[in-house]
């Protein structure tokens, strides 16, 4: 079982940023493809970034340019900053981990950007 935590949320500005993390509870999660997801409220969990063991990222249209996904395998830890948000980047921001045999989810962390 892999267990993953996001850090690093919380209420911000429009134009501001903010920087999640997501720490994996085991070092199997350096093989697998990571990602960020966010739901709005009523709205379908959605694609926001994704980051290949060999570091091949893709991005959601609506963040290209604006967010950034990295990871750290030593520290089982995938990034995400995020620049200059817009309130429609309001969503709670999930974290996953895509294995051969399965895939894993975090709880998510709120991101609210308001003025």
């Known amino acids: 079982q892999v267990q993953l935590v996001e850090s690093g949320g919380g209420l911000v500005q429009p134009g501001g940023s903010l920087r999640l993390s997501c720490i994996a509870s085991?070092?199997?999660?350096?093989?697998?493809?990571m990602g960020w997801y966010r739901q709005a409220p009523g709205k379908q969990r959605e694609l926001v970034s994704t980051?290949?063991?060999?570091?091949?990222?893709n991005y959601a249209d609506s963040v290209r340019g604006r967010f950034t996904i990295s990871r750290d395998n030593a520290k089982n830890t995938v990034y995400l900053q995020m620049n200059s948000l817009k309130p429609e980047d309001t969503a709670v921001y999930y974290c996953?981990?895509?294995?051969?045999?399965?895939?894993?989810w975090g709880r998510g962390t709120q991101v609210t950007v308001s003025a």
């Open positions: 085991t070092s199997i999660f350096s093989i697998g493809t």
């Open positions: 996953n981990v895509v294995l051969p045999w399965s895939d894993y």
């Open positions: 980051i290949t063991s060999a570091g091949r990222t």
